[in-house]
């Protein structure tokens, strides 16, 4: 029985191991990513990171299919904030921050309607959901201990944004020593120009923080190592 199955990437092949390996999609939620949402409030394009959609649907429903880890995070902070750091609230200066009510309930608060995860990537019961307050994944929150737990060695990462949220968890789980594989149609900026460098930023200098690639890789690497089992 294969333990892993390469597939094609940039800067080189990844090589693919199922058993030791999560899918990890960050922070789509609707006040990213729906029309009238908060994204929207702040003048962003939100149709430039919707096209991330439908390939992660795919790619989530494969995934589930081979009975592998998924793991969900949302940016967001406690109803009464007090993890909500000084400087981030009062950074932008723009007339509606964290905490304020906004089109969808407080904005990036947990509970709120718009802090929730849109319904086409909806999590499944059993599927580790990551309440974090930074941009990265991994700072105040228990995923790393979730992944040791799981033997997980590689981490698949898609969701938005692609230069901040996305960037950000990649590097720290580059310092704690994760493989990470990013998914160029599964991820999404407003701004199209930081996705594609955000992207190049980690397969630079042979890999730096990790490898890029696309969701239909990632299935069709899938199936192969499902029908060799
Ligand atoms: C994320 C942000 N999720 N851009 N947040 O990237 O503020």
Same mark, same amino acid.
């Given at each position: 029985m294969p333990t892993a199955v390469d597939l094609a990437a940039e800067p080189y092949e990844f090589t =693919? #191991?199922?058993?030791?390996?999560?899918?990890l999609i960050i922070d789509m939620q609707r006040?990213?990513?729906e029309p009238g949402g908060f994204g929207e409030m702040?003048?962003?394009d939100v149709s430039q990171l919707r096209g991330a959609i439908e390939p992660n649907r795919k790619l989530l429903a #494969? $995934?589930?299919?081979a009975g592998l880890s998924v793991l969900h995070t949302r940016e967001g902070h406690r109803p009464d904030l007090a993890d909500l750091?000084?400087?981030k609230k009062v950074r932008g200066r723009s007339a509606a921050s964290i905490g304020d009510a906004g089109p969808m309930g407080r904005i990036l608060v947990r509970g709120e309607a718009g802090h929730d995860i849109i319904p086409e990537l909806y999590p499944a019961p059993g599927e580790p959901v990551i309440d974090k307050p930074g941009k990265g994944a991994f700072h105040a929150t228990d995923l790393h201990a979730i992944l040791q737990h799981r033997d997980v060695k590689q981490l698949v990462v898609t969701g938005v944004t692609t230069e901040v949220c996305v960037n950000t968890t990649v590097r720290e789980a580059n310092d704690r020593g994760y493989d990470?594989? &990013?998914?160029?149609?599964?991820?999404?900026?407003?701004?199209?120009?930081?996705h594609a460098m955000g992207l190049r930023m980690i397969k630079a200098q042979g890999?730096?923080?990790? $490898? &890029?690639?696309?969701?239909?890789?990632?299935?069709?690497? =899938?199936?192969a190592w499902r029908s060799a089992r």
């Open positions: =693919l #191991a199922p058993n030791n390996c999560a899918l006040d990213f990513l702040l003048g962003n #494969a $995934w589930r299919a750091p000084p400087a990470c594989l &990013v998914l160029e149609d599964c991820c999404g900026s407003y701004d199209p120009e930081f890999g730096i923080f990790g $490898w &890029v690639s696309s969701s239909e890789s990632v299935i069709e690497a =899938l199936a």
